[in-house]
């Protein structure tokens, strides 16, 4: 199936409120101006350099970019001016730091935060905990706006197992919106990739993150 075909099916699929994030990581530019054409316009990368790269290339043609993997501090010039939205800030390191760069190049930076909930203790993120910390904490990042949370379910076949770890995040996630009203910007769930996003759609996903579903299997490393 051609890209611009799985975009349609996708859509078709997807409720109007949630968002599809393309993620184009590994891609050429030539597979994201094809889903451009097919009137995609939100794409995901977790390289700064392939990210930079790419968001110069297109730049001037509608694309709203998300960063979507884990950032080191000194690699933020990469990503920060061309991300409308970091959706993987991992550490409160990377978060301070996020806010000092905004603050230095006068930009008000959109994050979510990433919570920690699957099994592998590869995967990056926050706990709970660590999340109401920040919250009640956000008015200090006077350059970093906070609009929702990221997570990842447990890499596994078990259906019961990945709709526990979205039923986890979904229930935090509205905990917080109910805890801080003021932070109306507070809204968004990015929750669920090509392998389980329909399961996300249960736990309202507003972001799902899909890749291979759209462009194949990743054509470098």
């Not at 986890?168 to 929750?191: G, H, N, Q, T, V």
């Amino acid at each position: 199936m051609s890209i611009a075909s799985s975009i349609q099916e996708l859509k078709k699929e997807l409720p109007s409120g949630v968002k599809l994030v393309a993620v184009s990581k590994f891609h050429p530019v030539e597979a994201i101006e094809e889903a451009l054409a097919a009137g995609q316009a939100v794409f995901g990368e977790n390289r700064p350099q392939e990210f930079e790269k790419k968001a110069r290339a297109l730049q001037d043609r509608g694309v709203e970019w998300h960063f979507i993997g884990h950032l080191q501090t000194n690699k933020l010039k990469m990503v920060l001016p061309y991300a409308d939205l970091v959706q993987s800030v991992d550490s409160e390191h990377l978060l301070s730091a996020i806010d000092d760069w905004g603050r230095k190049n006068g930009k008000v930076i959109h994050v979510l935060l990433e919570l920690h909930v699957a099994a592998e203790e590869t995967k990056q993120g926050f706990f709970e905990e660590e999340v109401l910390d920040i919250m009640f904490r956000a008015d200090s990042y006077r350059n970093v706006r906070f609009c929702g949370l990221m997570g990842m379910a447990t890499n596994t076949d078990n259906e019961e197992d990945v709709r526990a770890d979205f039923a986890r995040i979904k229930a935090f996630f509205d905990y917080l919106r109910d805890l801080f009203p003021e932070y109306s910007e507070f809204r968004e769930l990015s929750i669920g990739m090509s392998g389980d996003w329909r399961l996300a759609l249960d736990y309202g996903a507003t972001m799902v993150r899909i890749g291979t579903a759209i462009f194949g299997e990743r054509k470098s490393a």
